[in-house]
């Protein structure tokens, strides 16, 4: 729905990837994340790069992209979708660990 | 008329994702956890946000014009090269470790969370640095 007014409003695809975004203090349910302070970093280095590098992220291309059948933003999709299944199998599963 | 339309889908989208629970980690691990305690849920709200995407970008392809009389600006670039599947193999590993993507993060961070603080920082130092390449 918001990128759907936002591109008939703006006229541009609303990544979150590709706009300045703001924020907002409000009240909102509490974020658990299981990973440390270095995995937090970690994470997001890699997240950094890979969005600048892909031109995109979730909402970018999972959403948008793939709303407009957009062959570039289908492999940008399989490539996260397939590497976020890897990580955490590999993290949970073979590694063991509580992430 | 541009910011506040800005606005307001940013609003929508930040409340969206709230909604979704996109902004929770464990939420976003479980739907990529499907080896372990698969949540699929997250899928749906792919799914649905996708439905609707598609139906406004049908329409909105026939409009030379936005709302706010700036030209439509639709990407037809369709190059499918290893930077667009490396970037989104990193992306995918940096989502698998942290849980978080750049939207959520940020939602989260309004929220006063710590983690997607350290998260944001590092991301956007990253982001900051591969625009030097």
């Known amino acids: 729905m918001a990128a759907a007014l936002y591109l008939f409003a703006n006229g541009r695809i609303a ?6 975004s703001r924020r907002w203090a409000a009240p ?20 950094g790069i890979g969005v600048r590098m892909g031109n995109g992220c979730t909402s970018g291309h999972g959403v948008c992209g793939l709303s407009r059948f957009s062959r570039r933003s289908l492999a940008n999709v399989l490539a996260f979708m397939g590497a976020g299944v890897v990580t955490v199998f590999v993290l949970r599963h073979v590694m063991g660990s509580a992430l | 008329m541009s910011p506040i339309f800005g606005f307001v889908s940013r609003l929508i989208f930040g409340l969206g994702l ?17 080896a372990g305690a698969w949540d699929p849920s997250l899928g749906l709200v792919m799914g649905g ?13 026939r409009r ?23 970037g989104g193999a990193l992306f995918g590993i940096g989502w698998g470790i942290g849980g978080f993507c750049p939207g959520p993060a940020l939602v989260a961070l309004g929220s006063g969370s710590a983690s997607a603080a350290i998260f944001v920082v590092a991301m956007r130092w990253a982001w900051w640095c591969t625009t030097r390449f």
Do not use: C, N, Y
Not at chain 1, 28 to 47: C, N, R, Y
């Open chain 1, 28 to 47: 909102l349910p509490a974020v658990a994340v299981d990973v440390g302070s270095v995995g937090l970093v970690v994470a997001g280095l890699f997240v």
């Open chain 2, 18 to 34: 709230i909604l979704a629970g996109m902004t929770e980690p464990l939420k976003v691990k479980g739907f990529l956890d499907i």
């Open chain 2, 64 to 86: 030379k014009k936005s709302w706010s009389g700036a030209p439509m600006e639709i990407p037809t670039d369709q190059t499918t090269d290893k930077r667009l599947v490396i």
């Open chain 2, 49 to 61: 946000a996708i439905a609707v995407g598609a139906v406004a970008f049908a329409l909105a392809r």
């Open chain 1, 15 to 20: 990544g979150i990837a590709g706009i300045v």
